[in-house]
């Protein structure tokens, strides 16, 4: 095998412009007093980073930073400035000595191990080589999706895909103890920290545009997600990215007409409910795997052996369709979208439904 | 037949190349512009012209294909939100109390003339 | 030719980082950073044909949504303090209720 050599071609000019951009955005973030442009910032450096992540060929890890990072992340930092304040407190010099050689310590040591790192696009490094190089030529005769990043997500690493949507159901959760989940903070809290003011401000503004074009978009972004979602084995997306998408069109609505009109469409009952039967269905498909004779999530025992052997181009009777594990993805993958959309909607009527407390802060730019 | 092919992939790029420069023309009157509005004219209609330009462009080189249509519905939502979001910031930043900067003023300095009564709320925009 | 547009992109996007370190005000930054967003459309669009994946497009289409929103989010954050209130007039039944 020869000697890979690194070489200065559009790719890297891209890549080191898009580096030097995000750099250039971490400074200012960190420099920045005002929590407001902070989270401003933070929206463009995961836009930079969605597009380097795009140059590097990762289409799906892309998808989702453009959706999660630059789209509801956004909606619920501004939900989370709601319960605090806008500006940064300042520190004395003293107490910044300690987290100071704390992060200059760690920095020296993340670049001490970058430098046993392969090289970048290296193609003998151990990512390339050995597990990768499995799941390009095998994904074809075990899997048969396209996508190949699809089967690894969803097939040969379904566990690990299984414990995320768990962590975000229970992310949900852990939101939902503490800020409620959205009722109880629209319900109970008393009308003098609804601010009213802001609110008659609102309402007397006039938003004739914003109006028309949010009933128009909020379909169509809502239709986009269901096409993320199916066309997900054949190219870029997948359940994830769909949810997050379905619930930034709920957030639009929430936007534009009201957090309690778009209660009044989805209640808070129903975003907890969806987001328990997305687990459920997940770890559905792994018992009855089990119950089959396979193991948990092996979706080759999704259907008994004899049925599956009678179907169409199934793989069992000579053909190329391996029918368990396309229903198997399509039914995890409809699980995710079902505990990240209901999550990512819960969360936001948590946050969103808590007025400003202080109210006395009013609106200073 | 291949030239006019060939052609229309010149034509394609040259579109794209022509929005790449309309980007760079709108940035540069979104840095040097006076106040927010002018610099919001310059973001907005620039935008909207060097999506056009650049998607049409590369919707030629595509020919008729999956992807001309998905650069089409691309260029229907630029052309949807852009505006929109520009027309909700100037209406949200001059109800807030925005004022633009009005009468003469040196564009090489970005400073009003000192003969002008100074109105300009400048930075805050105080609750109404 | 598509190398050159997509370097005047990346001119046009460092350009509007500028406009959005260095303010001044809230929406000089909300306005650069949509602005933004649009540059990244078009450089994932153009970088799509450049590295010869039209798949980018997909993903192109969805940064022209989110940004709407995202757009629309602070905006309405920055003007009135509240992702809860309604932007459209009052309806019959919460009338009757206050009144």
Redesign the interface.
């Known amino acids: 095998m020869t000697e890979y050599a690194p070489h200065l071609d559009?790719?890297t000019i891209?890549n080191f412009?898009l580096l030097a951009?995000l750099l250039?955005?971490l400074v200012?973030i960190v420099r920045t007093r005002?929590l407001?442009?902070a989270?401003?910032?933070m929206?463009?450096y995961s836009?930079?980073s969605?597009?380097w992540f795009?140059?590097l060929?990762a289409?799906d890890v892309?998808?989702t930073e453009?959706?999660v990072g630059?789209?509801v992340s956004?909606?619920f930092l501004?939900?989370a400035?709601?319960l605090t304040r806008t500006e940064s407190l300042t520190k004395r010099w003293q107490d910044m000595v300690m987290p100071g050689l704390v992060c200059v310590g760690a920095g020296v040591l993340l670049f001490y191990a970058a430098l046993d790192l392969p090289l970048f696009g290296d193609p003998s490094a151990p990512a390339n080589a050995h597990v990768g190089r499995f799941y390009i030529e095998e994904t074809k005769n075990d899997v048969g999706v396209p996508n190949i990043v699809t089967a690894v997500l969803a097939s040969y690493r379904g566990f690990d895909t299984l414990g995320e949507t768990i962590v975000v159901f229970a992310g949900g959760i852990g939101v939902a103890l503490m800020l409620g989940f959205g009722e109880r903070s629209?319900g109970d809290l008393p009308p003098a920290l609804r601010?009213p003011v802001?609110?008659a401000?609102?309402?007397s503004?006039h938003?004739v545009v914003?109006?028309s074009v949010?009933k128009l978009?909020i379909p169509?972004?809502a239709l986009?997600a269901f096409y993320?979602q199916f066309?997900g084995e054949v190219?870029?997306?997948g359940g994830f990215?769909a949810g997050v998408?379905f619930a930034?069109a709920v957030?639009?609505h929430?936007?534009?007409?009201?957090?309690?009109?778009t209660m009044d469409a989805i209640p808070p009952e129903l975003a907890r409910a969806f987001a328990a039967l997305g687990v459920l269905l997940y770890s559905g498909v792994g018992v009855i795997n089990m119950i089959n004779g396979g193991n948990f999530l092996d979706y080759d025992h999704l259907f008994p052996l004899a049925f599956e052997a009678g179907l169409p181009g199934s793989h069992l009777s000579g053909g190329y369709h391996h029918w368990g594990q396309h229903f198997g993805i399509i039914i995890i993958e409809l699980g995710v979208l079902f505990t990240v959309a209901a999550t990512m909607i819960a969360m936001f009527y948590a946050?969103?439904?808590r007025?400003?407390d202080v109210v006395g802060?009013?609106?200073r730019? | 037949m291949a030239d006019v092919l060939f052609w229309i992939d010149?034509l394609g790029?040259?579109l794209?190349?022509a929005?790449?420069?309309l980007?760079?023309i709108?940035?540069?009157g979104?840095?040097r512009f006076p106040d927010?509005y002018t610099?919001?004219h310059a973001?907005?209609i620039t935008?909207t012209g060097?999506?056009t330009l650049?998607?049409f462009g590369?919707a030629l080189?595509?020919g008729f294909s999956q992807?001309a249509l998905?650069?089409l519905?691309?260029w229907a939502?630029?052309m949807l939100?852009?505006p929109?979001?520009?027309h909700?910031?100037a209406n949200?930043?001059w109800?807030?109390g925005?004022k633009p900067k009005l009468g003469a003023f040196s564009l090489m300095s970005g400073k009003r003339e000192p003969a002008e009564a100074d109105t300009a709320s400048?930075?805050?925009?105080g609750a109404p | 030719?598509?190398?050159?547009?997509?370097?005047?992109?990346?001119?046009?996007?460092?350009?509007?980082?500028?406009?959005?370190?260095i303010?001044?005000?809230?929406?000089?930054?909300?306005?650069?950073?949509?602005?933004?967003?649009?540059?990244?459309?078009?450089?994932?669009?153009?970088?799509?044909?450049?590295?010869g994946?039209?798949?980018?497009?997909?993903?192109?289409?969805?940064?022209?949504?989110?940004?709407?929103?995202?757009?629309?989010?602070?905006?309405?954050?920055?003007?009135?303090?509240?992702?809860?209130?309604?932007?459209?007039?009052?309806?019959v039944g919460?009338e009757a209720r206050d009144g």
Request: aromatic share 8%; no cysteine.
């Open positions: 559009t790719n891209v412009g951009m250039a955005v200012a005002s407001l442009a989270v401003l910032l929206g463009i836009l930079i969605a597009v795009v140059v060929d289409a892309a998808f453009a959706v630059a789209g956004t909606a501004l939900g400035i709601l629209m601010s802001m609110e401000l609102a309402e503004d938003h914003l109006r949010a978009l169509i972004i986009y993320v066309h190219g870029a997306g990215q998408i930034v957030i639009l929430a936007l534009i007409f009201g957090l309690a009109d946050f969103a439904g007025a400003a802060e009013g609106a730019g | 010149q790029m040259a794209a190349l929005g790449g420069i980007s760079v709108g940035s540069l979104v840095l927010l610099r919001l973001a907005s935008d060097a999506a650049m998607l590369l080189m595509a992807e998905k650069l519905i691309a939502f630029v939100t852009s929109t979001a520009s909700a910031l949200a930043a109800s807030s925005q400048g930075e805050k925009g | 030719m598509l190398l050159g547009a997509t370097a005047a992109i990346m001119v046009a996007m460092v350009l509007m980082l500028v406009r959005a370190f303010g001044p005000s809230n929406y000089d930054r909300i306005l650069a950073a949509n602005s933004f967003g649009t540059k990244v459309v078009l450089f994932i669009a153009v970088i799509g044909y450049l590295f994946r039209p798949a980018y497009l997909d993903i192109a289409i969805v940064y022209a949504l989110i940004n709407f929103v995202t757009t629309i989010a602070l905006m309405k954050f920055f003007r009135y303090r509240s992702l809860q209130a309604s932007l459209s007039h009052r309806r919460e």
